[in-house]
Each structure stands twice: as C-alpha cells, then as structure tokens.
C-alpha cells in the first residue's frame, strides 16, 4: 500500500527563515514559485535574461543570474527543461551549492540517467507535482492542489523527508495527497505515462478518431467537437467520479459502446506497444535516444512539432476556439 501524506504530515516551518531558488520560471518554475510564495515561503527566481525574466520580475518577484540565486538558496529547485539541467546544473549550480542546502528536482530523469551527480553534503529530493504547472497554480488558487510524489535520493541533514512535505504544503500538493517513492519510480512511470497515455497516446487517439470520421465525410468542426473538445468534458467527470462516475453521467447506449468497442480501438495490439514503450524507458533507450536529439539540435522534434501544428485539427480548432467568448475572460494556457 502506497504511503500518502497530506497536510497533517508536513510543517511548513522547515522552510522559516529559508529562501527557496527555484531555478527556471517556465510551466513549473512560475506555479511552485507563486503557490511558494503566497504560503509565505521566500522565494528568488534563477535565471538567464530573456521572456521568463521579463516575466518574473512582472510577477513581482526578485531575479537573480543562476549562480547569484544559488549562493543565496538553503533549497535549490530546478525547474529548468530536463534538457538542459546537466550542464547548467555544472557551471551555475554545483560551484555554488551551500553545504547543508538542498537540491529539488520536479522530475527524476537527471538524477536517475546519471546526467547530474550532487555532493554528499546537500540533500536531493524530489517533488514531482502529478499534473501540468498552469494546473498547478490554477488549482492551488482555487483552493485545492494538484497530487505529487515525494522522493528523497540523498539525506545529508537527516531532514530531508521533512523539508520536502514542506515544500509539498507549500505547492498546494499535501491538499490532494502525497505519495513517497523513488526516483527510479516517478522517472520511469512519468515518462510512461506521458508517452504512453496522457499526451502521445491521446494525442494520437484524438487524431486518428478525427481523421476517421474527416476521411468518411462528416464535417471537420463536427468531428473536431466530438473527437477534442468533448474529451475534457469527458475526463473531467473520470477526474470527479473515475470510470464509474464517467459511465454514470453518459448514456446507456455510450456506456454499452464503450464496452464493446473500446476494447477493439486501443487492444491487445496497443497494450504490447505500451510494454515496448516502457521496456525502452527502463532501459535507458528512451533517454539516450532523446540526449542525442538535444545534442543534435533536435531535427527530429522540430519536423514532427512543425508537422503536428499543420494538422487540419489544428486549423479547424483555432477558428472554432476563437467564438468561445468565455475564453476571453479566463486566464488560458496560450503557446
Ligand atoms: N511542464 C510540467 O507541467 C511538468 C514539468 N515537470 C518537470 O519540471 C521541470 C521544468 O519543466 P517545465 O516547467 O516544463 O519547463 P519550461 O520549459 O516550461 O520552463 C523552462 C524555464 O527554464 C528556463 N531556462 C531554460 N534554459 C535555461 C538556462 N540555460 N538558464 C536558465 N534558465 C533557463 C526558461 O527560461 P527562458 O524563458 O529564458 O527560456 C524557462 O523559464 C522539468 O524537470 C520537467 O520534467 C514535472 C512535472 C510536470
Ligand atoms: C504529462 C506530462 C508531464 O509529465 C506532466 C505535465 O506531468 C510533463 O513532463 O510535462
Ligand atoms: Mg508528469
Ligand atoms: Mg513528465
């Protein structure tokens, strides 16, 4: 049975009178710095000058070169691309690292493929929040929080546990739940989860649905509502109710499609793909082949991203997307 600690678990005066880099203020960096914040936690931002520090400093808060940030951390977290963490991590952060502070991850992946090795000295926990940064600080201020996983890689103080469920309270994420577990854990069935399920295996279900019916004839707004927009009405009633609450709310005519026909769409076929998927995640292939792709300067994403912006679903989207006038008055996630 999985160990899940809520708010009862964690005291935020671990973090009193301590100053928190959270390095990089992209998805993540901009969520865990403003729920941080207004949990009255102290907070600098590490970065390099461009849009994010533009950004940072517009949200108020006090921006630093890496290197300044660090020197002033006793909690380092780095919220930089998973990409790019090794070498920075390098040049602007070991040289700088306190002894007796900490260095945060939100995901396993430098830790666990060996790309970043800390000293002894400093504790490396792992604060990996189970949803996208926007949500992050979307749902923090809405009152609640999105779950993460607490791993502790390294514990110099003999704090470490402790210092990370306070960071967890302070993200929002103890109001939904905590889970304790390992790098190895959250690296691998992370990179699954996003590969395998949450974004290329809906991404390409939403497609291929949407191709099919194009294809056929139907028209293309049609298809884009049936097979896109009504995938979060959808999820949301599986994120309030799981798979019963969904069955519930639909029809018995969808609910008896779903067991006859769901199973034939994504099938055993699909489910030996999924075990290759993550066969390649625990063996490191996945992450060898995507630091080779950095270090070629990313031919292969930059074709297929180009690529998926042109789909037809895309164009169809955007136009559909810009009648909805309640867009317009909610703070959206534009890329
Ligand atoms: N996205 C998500 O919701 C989730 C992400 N994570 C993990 O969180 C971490 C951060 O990911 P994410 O939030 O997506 O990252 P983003 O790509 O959204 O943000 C990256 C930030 O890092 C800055 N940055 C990039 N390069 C440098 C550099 N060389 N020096 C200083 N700052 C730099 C960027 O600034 P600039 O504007 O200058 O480029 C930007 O502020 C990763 O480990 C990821 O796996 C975990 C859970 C979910
Ligand atoms: C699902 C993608 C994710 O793992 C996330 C938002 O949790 C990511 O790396 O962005
Ligand atoms: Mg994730
Ligand atoms: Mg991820």
Known sequence: MAKVFYGSDADLGHLKEKTVAVVGYG???????????????????????????????????????????????????????????????????????????????????????????????????????????????????????????IAVHQDASGKARALGLAYAEGIGATRAGVIETSFKEETETDLFGEQAVLCGGVSQLVKNGFETLTEAGYQPEIAYFECLHELKLIVDL???????????????????????SGKRV?????????????????????????????????????????????????QVGGKLRKTFSWLDEKETVKP
């Open 27 to 149: 998805s993540q960096g901009h969520a865990q710095a403003q729920n941080l914040r207004d949990s009255g936690v102290h907070v600098v931002i590490g970065l390099r000058k461009g849009r994010s520090w533009e950004q940072a400093e517009q949200d108020g808060f006090e921006v630093l070169p890496v290197d300044e940030a660090v020197k002033q951390a006793d909690v380092v977290q780095l919220l930089m691309p998973d990409e790019v963490q090794a070498q920075v991590y390098k040049n602007q952060v070991a040289p700088h690292l306190k002894p007796g502070s900490a260095l945060f991850f939100s995901h396993g992946f430098n830790i666990h493929f060996g790309q970043i090795d800390p000293p002894e000295d400093v504790d490396v926990v792992l604060i990996a929040p189970k949803g996208p940064g926007h949500l992050v600080r979307r749902v923090y201020v809405e009152g609640f929080g999105v779950p993460a996983l």
């Open 238 to 260: 599986m994120y309030e109710g799981g798979l019963a609450g969904m069955r519930y709310s639909i029809s018995d005519t969808a609910e008896y499609g779903d067991y006859v």
């Open 266 to 314: 994504v099938g055993d076929a699909s489910r030996e793909a999924m075990k290759e998927v993550l066969r390649e995640i625990q063996d490191g292939t996945f992450a060898k082949r995507w630091i080779r792709e950095n270090e070629e300067g990313r031919p292969e994403f930059n074709r297929i991203a180009e690529a998926e912006k042109a789909h037809q679903i895309e």
